[in-house]
């Protein structure tokens, strides 16, 4: 079951990290990652960009977590076979650098969230005691290296596709397609960026606004700089609204039913780090 893999939070501060397009939540789920007993090896990265932005003239290009020193270079992994670093407990914080062994680029990334969870990142590159990965912070497709000294490495092989033209969302694991549904995306005014991104945090709503389940991604509303007090954090979340799946109804986000996003947390027991390849 779930609860084997969840860790549970009690939050009694003020909201924060609201995701775009979506009502304000209370956080209070946060799974494991499914560890494979291989050892991690280095995924292909690519040397280009996916079709992601950087942030629009509306949008923040670079909020306080982010720095001019990060580099900004689209860090892609293989989508079927992932490697996925999650911030030690006891560690503050989880200094970026600009090259192995190089200076620190004076970014940190909190640990835990302000979600109260480990901090998850999407590996693109390994060498010896370094990984490159994607940083879940403004501008999109952000990435650094961090000291695998300060991570727990695992993988797993799940990548999720959506495509905008389609208002299709599909969950893979390898070659085999686990789920297939239809999705409700962004609206023209607030359109949902292309782009690679990952699951960063799951959340347990309180209310109507998430449906069942809700998962932060590592991207963020190019449309958007503020929602709901908190920065324009996409998601993919539930929704018991029928009528708003398979439309441009929302500021960003994508709204699957409440039977798929619980299907994805109670049957598979996803973990976090999954690729989510956002395509039109």
């Not at 009690?10 to 946060?30: D, E, I, K, Y």
């Not at 993988?155 to 905008?164: G, M, N």
Request: hydrophobic residues 35%; charged residues 15%.
């Amino acid at each position: 079951m779930l609860h084997r893999f969840v860790i549970a939070f009690l939050v009694a501060s003020v909201l924060v990290g609201t995701l775009g397009g979506c009502s304000a939540s209370s956080p209070r789920l946060a799974p494991g990652p499914t560890v494979s007993t291989a050892p991690p090896t280095a995924p292909t990265v690519s040397s280009s960009t996916t079709g992601g932005t950087t942030g629009s003239s509306s949008a923040s290009s670079g909020s306080a977590s982010a720095s001019s020193a990060t580099t900004s270079t689209s860090a892609v992994p293989d989508l079927s076979r992932s490697i996925v670093a999650t911030a030690k407990a006891g560690i503050s914080q989880v200094a970026v650098f600009g090259s192995p062994k190089g200076t620190a680029t004076g970014q940190v990334v909190a640990n835990p969230n302000e979600y109260g969870q480990p901090q998850v990142f999407l590996v693109a590159e390994q060498r010896p005691g370094w990984l490159r990965v994607a940083l879940p912070i403004r501008p999109n497709n952000s990435s650094g290296w961090i000291k695998e000294a300060d991570v727990t490495v695992s993988q797993h092989q799940y990548h999720i596709e959506v495509s905008l033209s389609g208002h299709r969302f599909q969950l893979f694991q390898g070659s085999e397609r686990l789920l297939d549904a239809p999705a409700g995306i962004g609206t023209t005014d607030t359109p949902t960026p292309g782009g690679v991104y990952y699951t960063w945090v799951l959340i347990d709503p309180t209310n109507s606004g998430y449906g069942a389940y809700a998962y932060g991604l590592s991207g963020f509303s190019d449309k958007l700089s503020r929602f709901a007090g908190a920065d324009a954090r996409l998601g993919i979340h539930g929704t018991d609204d029928a009528s708003s799946i398979g439309r441009d109804v929302s500021r960003g986000c994508i709204r699957i039913s409440d039977a798929t996003v619980t299907r994805m947390v109670d049957d598979l027991e996803l973990p976090l780090g999954i690729p989510v390849d956002i395509s039109a």
